[in-house]
């Protein structure tokens, strides 16, 4: 309730003539609508107008040659299972994602710790690290598929010259096999980059808290499990989440260095996808295997998301 | 605290975008067809609906200055490039010649069919030509075919699988056939006739086994013991040299599981187990496969008639035919076929360079003379082959061999992760005890809508 004094300046102040209102279009929320606006055509198109045309490609018979032969929902959805390469598919990309990421999150961890602090030699380490990143991984498949080839590969001459080995050794002909050698390539690739976001994550860590820990008696091993790591939690979401993201992904790696052999042991989700679209010629059900890997997708990182928010709150 | 949380919404909003993100790439790279009706021209293929047919009535086309575009695969690369290069030279119209990876081929040229979006000349692997000609993606060039001088000695196969409701949709453009390459050194060495390669199939194992046995680093034979389409190319013929079939007649049916397909198996497996191949053989997916033999250290195996050109000089190599159990001899006719896209606009100049390139001049002065096989049955002998004994065995052998008909072609046999594969591999390195189970899997995907 206000007071009899206030009311009376209240009254006594002359009238206030009405703010000049600018038009909508000199708003600052129009202006940020306009230099946003780019960038959102740009996901409109490129990304929402695809993303709903996947889906109606999933509802719909699409053959690749014949185009939309309308409606068939939820065939494509049923039929992707009957598939006798399906379960065995996402069978092997869930035991890849699950080998890939534990080795390169270790991995990279290991390399960041050892290229952290400035000491001679340590800028060829990050360089020699981080160097096969540069390299595309169709083409780093590829060299490593010629590392493998039982007829054009060196490896194997340099074994046998140096009397390692008799004959050959099978990289890529047997599954086990297939799949370390596709993990080498893998770990190879990418630990340097994992490294460099470990790395960031590291040095941005305050030099303080490891004092205080140290005043504190803290050894080594505990400073790392009780200071670094909790502190490096989110360097560590965004590499759990883009090396999850990655791996069951994989497509390139797998597609030029094994062609899901031997004997189908190496057919990843998304080859599925590449073998039903464009070699079988049916989108619809390559879309609808599209989006059902998208919702996984959605629900892995939601999942890791909340998992990885608990204890910072 | 309220800084730290809006972060974290902020990162899971980005991580939940750049999931969708990821997966509309992936799903959306999995689209080929803007216009979403995916026509793959008229349906018919009627080349009553072009407009320039006055010209063509000589049966040759128009040669008007136009230009044509036209795509083939990396494999046949050198051919379709020798011939391109010679028809720019001598004619007004232009041929524009696009190489495409060929792992890449099929889903590039599915994409572009889907779209309408064809070049002007298709050329195309043989065994696959029937995808695309029953969904219309070819001109039916039955009459054009027909009005040719030579129209009678065009090598048949390639027609007859592009034959689709009795319209002709392609013709033969570059000729690749399955024959037994030997090494008459390791021959001689090895106590053999050079000049008498293998009169069966069990000969063959015979003569892979001497050679063998010289040691060090000289291997019988060898075979891309992990590539579907190596085996179909390689092996079926041996089972067609003795009269027998891998598919009945309309392709819906596999016989790949027969007496007469298992002895051919039995002879390879037997090689096998006796070490009689080269290593690496069980693991070669196909890239490789064909730079084997040129090193010097195999016998005797099959090979592609397009690589003879590509044989070193520091051995001789001998050409013969791939034999059958019983002796009979047979061949894969492989290769491109080319034919006009139902959606070019320039049909008659692209029937003007097609039709070129199977006259006398194209097929000697540029196939033959580059120890290609020629595509005309009248051509066999010429002034080209006369000169190589072995360009004869090649063109002879042309007249016995076959070329599968399926509209299944990739799905049963070239997809590396397809039914033929198992079969063939589980024989040879297994112990074949789901040959049955493998060959209704083929058979059900030929059957597949």
């Keep these: 309730m206000r007071s009899p004094v206030a009311r009376g300046e209240e009254a006594q102040a002359p009238p206030r003539p009405p703010a000049a209102r600018r038009p909508w279009w000199r708003s600052r929320a129009a202006k940020g609508a306009a230099y946003a606006s780019p960038a959102a055509a740009f996901v409109v198109m490129f990304f929402v107008v695809p993303l709903l045309l996947v889906g109606r490609m999933s509802a719909s018979e699409w053959p690749l040659l014949q185009g939309d032969q309308g409606t068939n929902f939820p065939d494509n959805f049923d039929g992707m299972t009957d598939d006798r390469l399906f379960w065995p598919a996402v069978g092997f990309t869930l035991k890849y994602t699950v080998i890939v990421v534990a080795i390169l999150l270790v991995l990279a961890m290991i390399m960041a710790l050892i290229v952290q602090e400035r000491r001679p030699g340590v800028t060829f380490f990050r360089t020699a690290y981080f160097l096969p990143v540069a390299l595309g991984l169709a083409s780093a498949s590829l060299l490593f598929w010629g590392f493998f080839s039982p007829s054009i590969g060196p490896i ?101 260095l094994t062609n899901g052999g031997p ?26 295997l599209s989006v059902v890997v998208l919702v996984v997708l959605l629900v892995v990182n939601i999942v890791q998301f909340r998992f990885l928010r608990r204890g910072t709150d | 605290m309220r800084h730290a949380t809006r972060t974290r919404r902020r990162l899971r909003l980005v991580s939940i975008a750049a999931s969708f993100a990821a997966l509309a790439m992936v799903a959306s790279s999995c689209g080929g067809d803007d216009d979403g009706n995916g026509d793959a021209g008229d349906g018919n293929g009627d080349e009553g609906d072009t407009a320039a047919e006055g010209d063509a009535a000589d049966g040759m086309g128009v040669d008007d200055g136009s230009t044509i575009t036209m795509w083939t695969r990396a494999a046949t690369e050198a051919q379709s490039q020798r011939l391109v290069d010679a028809y720019n030279e001598s004619h007004e119209n232009q041929v524009e010649l696009t190489v495409v990876p060929t792992d890449d081929y099929l889903p590039r040229l599915g994409t572009a069919a889907g779209a309408g979006e064809l070049p002007d000349v298709v050329g195309l692997d043989v065994v696959f030509v029937p995808q695309f000609t029953t969904v219309g993606a070819f001109l039916d060039i039955t009459d054009r075919i027909e009005a040719l001088p030579f129209a009678d000695s065009i090598a048949p196969s390639h027609v007859d699988v592009g034959t689709f409701e009795d319209r002709k949709h392609v013709v033969p453009h570059t000729m690749d056939l399955s024959v037994y390459f030997y090494n008459k050194d390791l021959y001689e060495q090895a106590g053999l006739d050079p000049e008498q390669p293998p009169a069966t199939l069990e000969e063959f194992a015979e003569h892979a086994r001497a050679i063998d046995d010289l040691g060090d680093d000289v291997h019988g034979t060898f075979f891309g013991g992990n590539c579907p389409g190596c085996y179909v190319f390689t092996w079926w013929p041996s089972i067609w040299a003795d009269g027998h079939e891998v598919m009945n007649d309309d392709g819906t049916e596999a016989m790949l599981d027969s007496p007469e397909a298992q002895a051919v198996y039995d002879v390879w497996k037997g090689l096998v187990e006796d070490d009689v191949i080269a290593p690496g053989t069980q693991d070669e997916a196909g890239p490789t496969w064909t730079g084997v033999f040129p090193e010097g250290d195999i016998g005797i195996m099959p090979m592609p008639s397009t690589t003879l050109g590509l044989m070193p ?12 159990i019983d002796g009979g001899e047979s061949t894969f ?23 070129w390139t199977l006259s006398d001049e194209a097929q000697i002065e540029v196939v033959a003379a580059n120890d290609d096989v020629v595509a005309r049955t009248d051509l066999a002998t010429n002034k080209y082959s006369e000169q190589d004994e072995r ?42 005890s789901t040959i049955e189970a493998d060959n209704e899997a083929i058979t059900a995907v030929l059957q597949s809508g």
């Design chain 1, 156 to 256: 194997d001459p340099i074994l046998r010259d140096l009397g390692l080995i008799d004959g050959n050794i099978r990289w890529i002909g047997t599954p086990n096999m297939a799949l370390l050698s596709t993990i080498a390539l893998v770990v190879w690739k990418f630990a340097g980059f994992f490294m460099i976001i470990l790395l960031v994550g590291l040095q941005s860590i305050p030099t303080e808290v490891y004092e205080a820990a140290r005043i504190d008696g803290a050894n080594r091993v505990q400073t790392f499990f009780r200071v670094t790591l909790p502190l490096l939690r989110p360097s560590l979401a965004l590499v759990l989440i883009l090396s999850i993201t990655g791996s069951l992904l994989a497509f390139d790696q797998f597609f030029i």
């Design chain 1, 263 to 288: 004997d189908n042991s190496t057919v990843t989700v998304v080859m599925l996808i590449y073998r039903e679209a464009f070699q079988r010629f049916d989108l619809g059900t390559a879309a609808a």
């Design chain 2, 313 to 324: 000089e520091d051995f001789e190599t001998g050409v013969a035919p791939i034999r059958g």
């Design chain 2, 333 to 355: 006719v492989g290769g491109d076929s080319v034919g006009i896209a139902a959606n070019s606009e320039v049909p008659d100049q692209a029937w003007n360079f097609i039709a």
């Design chain 2, 391 to 432: 360009l004869v065995t090649i063109n002879e052998v042309a007249a016995q061999g076959r070329t599968p008909y399926t509209l299944k072609f990739w799905e049963a046999f070239n997809d590396p992760q397809g039914p033929w594969l198992p079969l063939v591999r589980g024989y040879v390195f297994g112990d074949g």
